[in-house]
Every structure is written in structure tokens, then in C-alpha cells.
């Protein structure tokens, strides 16, 4: 057997451990962003994580299709080379809700506690946990999936 097919096979079924649940997380974290984007005065930078947070979602969704074999034909090598391409911004983005805003914001709470920004460090460290798995997951997948084409 291949090497590099097997090394595909183990990560997508690590891929799929992750995935779901870094999309459903994505997905409200999207809801959550933007509904402060709205509230807070049209922060940019809740804009800014919104929108990021939506692309990484359907990144991993995409991926979840690639993963289950249902887009890989020979008419989708595009798809394939564009996610690829794209596979690296759930993980970057991860790093930076667990990192940043999660561990970050934690440190933070040493001069002042609240139970809101405890509660949303909490989400964005599971949120980024998640994320980065299935991010970190999905970059060796695409890659040995174009390369096996």
C-alpha cells in the first residue's frame, strides 16, 4: 500500500473526529461575531472575525467533502487545487481564537474579573481547540490528495 495513501486515510479519519464540530463552533461563533458587530457599533473587528470565521467553515466543509471522496473526480481537480490552496486558513485562524483571544483574554482577567469574558475565553478556547485540529488535519490531507491525483 502507498504511503502516502495511508497517511491520507489516517488523517481523514482524524479530519472527521474534528471537523463537525469546528464547523458547528464556526458557525456560531460567525452568529455570535456578527450579532456583536451589529450591537457594539460596528466594531471591524468583530466584522473581521465573522467573516474569517464563515470561509474557515466552509473551507472544513469542502474538506468534509473531499475527506468522504464525494467531490474527488476528475472534473473537481479544481476544487481540489483551491482547497489546497485555502486548507491553511482554519488553522491560522484556530491558532489565533486559542491563542489571542482565548489564553490572551485569560491573562487579562488577572487586573479585573468578569464572568462574561471568563465564559468567552472558555468558547474561544474550546472554539479554537477545534479548529486548529481540524485545520492542522485538513493542511497534509489536501495536500496528499493533490499530490495522489
Known amino acids: 500500500m502507498n504511503t502516502s495513501i495511508k497517511n491520507t486515510t489516517g488523517s481523514n479519519d482524524a479530519f472527521m473526529k474534528y471537523a463537525?464540530?469546528?464547523?458547528?463552533l464556526l458557525c456560531l461563533l460567525t452568529v455570535v461575531s456578527f450579532t456583536s458587530f451589529l450591537t457594539r457599533g460596528w466594531a471591524l473587528m468583530d466584522f473581521n472575525i465573522a467573516v474569517v470565521a464563515a470561509?474557515?467553515?466552509?473551507?472544513?466543509?469542502l474538506n468534509i467533502q473531499l475527506a468522504r471522496g464525494v467531490a474527488i473526480n476528475p472534473k473537481k481537480k479544481l476544487l481540489i487545487r483551491?482547497?489546497?490552496?485555502?486548507s491553511y486558513v482554519p488553522y491560522l485562524f484556530g491558532i489565533y481564537l486559542f491563542l489571542f483571544k482565548g489564553f490572551w483574554s485569560l491573562t487579562i482577567m488577572v487586573?479585573?474579573?468578569?464572568?462574561?469574558?471568563?465564559v468567552m475565553s472558555l468558547f474561544y478556547l474550546i472554539c479554537g481547540h477545534f479548529v486548529v485540529n481540524a485545520g492542522f488535519q485538513s493542511c497534509p490531507m489536501a495536500r496528499l490528495k493533490v499530490q495522489n491525483r
Open 111 to 118: 487586573k479585573s474579573f468578569s464572568i462574561m469574558l471568563a
Open 20 to 24: 463537525p464540530k469546528a464547523v458547528a
Open 55 to 61: 470561509l474557515s467553515a466552509l473551507v472544513l466543509l
Open 82 to 86: 483551491i482547497m489546497h490552496r485555502c
